[in-house]
């Protein structure tokens, strides 16, 4: 069955909007599209996309046990209680239609608060604490502004393979932005360094090295910077992201052999297969956790503010901040070390740019 996707959706988070995107289109379904988009517009010129997050006040329940959300399930989650034991619940009414994320802090009550089936678990959560941190990402399109990737964590590390697939620098960017607009730490966590020459500085690292960014290179098959990670998570709650097949799973193997999380080879075309399909909350010996999330395409620097760029891209001066545009990345004579990082900038700030709520229709 294929796919539909509304109006104003892409199916890939780097083509959102863009004219490319219609241009291929024939005449009958440009013209359907264009009416549709007529009956979407509204006199909306500006929207609160944070406000949409907003969760119920939590202050009536603050005297039944707290848990985290570990998953969800439609109208059933998993929750790690105190002792970090394992208990599963269903949703109070009034919770159904709220985004919750794994990682959100929720009140439950072992004696359901309102009637339920018999049949579903008898433990009730019903409300969600506020909450410390928010990794969020942008969404596909202007109606559904975030995609929620988890709460309350500490630090971002993202995993990047030297080679298997190739190290991407424009992804830790974007990561960058992310972990910088959430709040939390940052760390790149360079993956299969055993498969690349020991001669091989990473040089596509060097403009983080530069930002005193924590960059660790390790290796599952030596063990290589295993055990200092294993240091770095106590008493933290650490989410992994990476492009599928860069050896995320493989990592928590190594660093908790006990784990068994399945893993998978890179596909015929170069890229990696897809082993982890939702949000895992993995304890960690020393009251740490690992969140790991499944292997990104992309991702969406939609919707977030353009002034983070400068804390990414601070070789830059603010005038070229204000309108990269304008810029040549290939011009020699702004003598730029890595040409590529301008292109780079001239995406994210393309993407970032602001939106009405009403969907874009090129015409």
Request: contains cysteine; hydrophobic residues 35%; charged residues 30%.
């Amino acid at each position: 069955m294929t796919r539909k996707f509304r109006l104003g959706q892409s199916r890939e988070a780097q083509d959102l909007d863009s004219r490319d995107v219609y241009a291929r289109e024939g005449k009958s379904a440009s013209k359907r599209r264009q009416q549709s988009a007529e009956r979407l517009q509204t006199d909306i010129e500006s929207h609160d996309s944070d406000g949409m997050l907003a969760l119920p006040d939590a202050a009536p329940w603050l005297h039944l046990p707290e848990g985290i959300l570990t998953q969800r399930h439609s109208q059933i989650v998993d929750i790690e209680t105190e002792d970090r034991s394992q208990i599963r619940a269903t949703l109070s009414g009034k919770l159904k239609g709220v985004k919750l994320v794994v990682g959100d802090r929720v009140r439950y009550s072992v004696v359901p608060i309102e009637a339920m089936d018999p049949s579903l678990p008898t433990c009730q959560v019903v409300a969600v604490s506020p909450r410390r941190t928010l990794l969020k990402r942008g969404g596909i399109d202007d109606r559904e502004p975030w995609q929620l990737m988890c709460a309350n964590a500490d630090e971002i590390w993202v995993c990047a393979a030297v080679v298997d697939p190739p190290l991407r620098p424009g992804l830790l960017e974007r990561a960058q932005i992310l972990a910088l607009a959430a709040g939390l730490g940052f760390r790149v966590i360079v993956t299969k360094r055993d498969k690349a020459s020991p001669k091989d500085t990473l040089p596509e690292l060097d403009p983080l090295r530069e930002q005193d960014v924590p960059i660790h290179e390790t290796s599952a098959e030596t063990a290589q910077g295993i055990g200092d990670l294993l240091e770095l998570l106590k008493d933290k709650v650490v989410v992994l992201i990476g492009h599928s097949g860069v050896g995320k799973s493989t990592l928590i193997n190594a660093l908790l052999p006990g784990s068994r999380i399945k893993t998978g080879d890179m596909s015929r075309y170069g890229t990696g297969r897809q082993t982890t399909t939702s949000a895992q909350w993995i304890p960690v010996p020393g009251f740490g956790t690992l969140i790991d999330t499944p292997g990104i395409r992309a991702l969406s620097v939609r919707g977030f503010d353009r002034g983070l760029l400068a804390h990414v891209f601070p070789e830059f001066p603010p005038e070229w901040l204000e309108d990269p545009m304008a810029l040549d990345p290939e011009d020699e004579e702004l003598g730029l070390d890595y040409p590529e990082r301008l292109s780079s900038l001239q995406r994210l700030w393309l993407e970032m740019e602001e939106r009405n709520p009403n969907q874009n229709v090129f015409r």
